[in-house]
């Protein structure tokens, strides 16, 4: 009886000694240096279980082996998150499963370039080959804004065009609340459409003040706005480019957006204008300018008067001659 419990005894102690040194490997395991020998991208995608992750962690040598992980995982009661992860030489299971637990996913970047039109802003996120899904239906016009966004493999194309719009409205609001006094534009709306035109006609930010302060100028003193990028807009039907260059008969082409032709605004945005322009038209300078033309430069010479205008049309026609 006594050898029998004696042997029961032992068997305890060595059972506690083998558990504890199992928690202890498993731990050390868990929280020490893993496999992999070099940085590796892993893509888990959505509705992924615990165990298939595991495994794939392990066929990919993040982790040494799929218990390790999923053990780890389970005892600590971390909710992983799909996604892309990039994983770097050496990282243990347990900072593996913090990256996922916090939803580290690589970030991808898609930089949306002021004075785009939103043809070619859905193409560029048509083109996203990390975003899933489609855009579906075609935005108003002017109404993403340009910058660069940061997104995530994944990311449902209509929810990426869908923060485009929230952040233009916000930034429209913001800047309409703080606009100068006495602008011949009575809506956010209207801002946001000579913005576009600003932006079409300028891609020198020290200008657009100027630029802007000129259309608002022809606005209050009931003149035309004349201007190319409104033409070009509506002669190719909201993709914003010609493949030639304007002819006078296109500008007496009539069209809704041809300033030439029509009174006041255009009907919509001709593209999406960045903050810069809808700062301009909301902060135009301080100026009498009724026309700017190129100068040669790649910027503009301003004219209050018709006549000084002609004169720097000359100039410009004299620099395009030297250059054929």
């Given at each position: 009886?006594?050898?029998l419990l004696k042997a029961s005894v032992v068997l305890a102690v060595l059972l506690v000694a083998a558990i504890t040194f199992a928690a202890l490997e498993g731990h050390r395991r868990f929280t020490?240096?893993?496999?992999?020998?070099?940085?590796v991208t892993v893509v888990i995608a959505k509705g992924s279980g615990l165990q298939a992750v595991a495994r794939r962690l392990a066929a990919e040598r993040v982790v040494p082996d799929p218990w390790t992980f999923l053990i780890g995982v389970?005892?600590?009661?971390?909710a992983l998150k799909a996604g892309e992860y990039a994983f770097p030489a050496a990282i243990s299971p347990e900072q593996a499963m913090r990256m996922m637990a916090e939803g580290r996913t690589v970030i991808h970047k898609l930089t949306i370039a002021e004075g785009l039109t939103v043809r070619q802003v859905t193409a560029l996120v048509e083109g996203a080959g990390f975003l899933a899904g489609e855009v579906g239906r075609k935005p108003a016009e002017g109404?993403?804004?340009?910058?660069?966004?940061?997104?995530?493999?994944?990311d449902e194309r209509a929810e990426v065009v869908t923060r485009m719009e929230k952040a233009m409205r916000q930034t429209l609001e913001q800047a309409w609340a703080g606009?100068?006094?006495n602008l011949p534009l009575k809506s956010p709306e209207e801002a946001?459409?000579?913005a576009s035109v600003v932006e079409r006609e300028t891609g020198i930010k020290a200008e657009r003040p100027m630029v802007a302060a000129v259309f608002l100028n022809r606005l209050r003193d009931g003149m035309r706005l004349q201007s190319d990028p409104t033409v070009i807009y509506g002669l190719s039907d909201g993709l914003g480019v010609l493949d030639r260059p304007l002819t006078r008969a296109d500008l007496e082409a009539r069209h809704p957006w041809n300033t030439y032709a029509n009174d006041g605004l255009p009907p919509t945005p001709i593209a999406n204008p960045g903050r810069a322009s809808i700062e301009a038209v909301l902060h135009?300078?301080?100026?009498?300018?009724?026309y700017f033309v190129a100068d040669g430069t790649g910027g503009h010479a301003f004219a209050r008067s018709l006549d000084e205008h002609n004169r720097n049309v000359a100039a410009w026609r004299k620099i395009e001659r030297a250059r054929r």
């Open positions: 009886m006594r050898l020490g240096s893993g496999p992999l020998a070099e940085p389970k005892l600590r009661g971390a109404s993403l804004l340009p910058e660069t966004w940061h997104l995530s493999r994944g606009r100068a006094a946001l459409v000579l135009p300078a301080a100026t009498d300018a009724l």
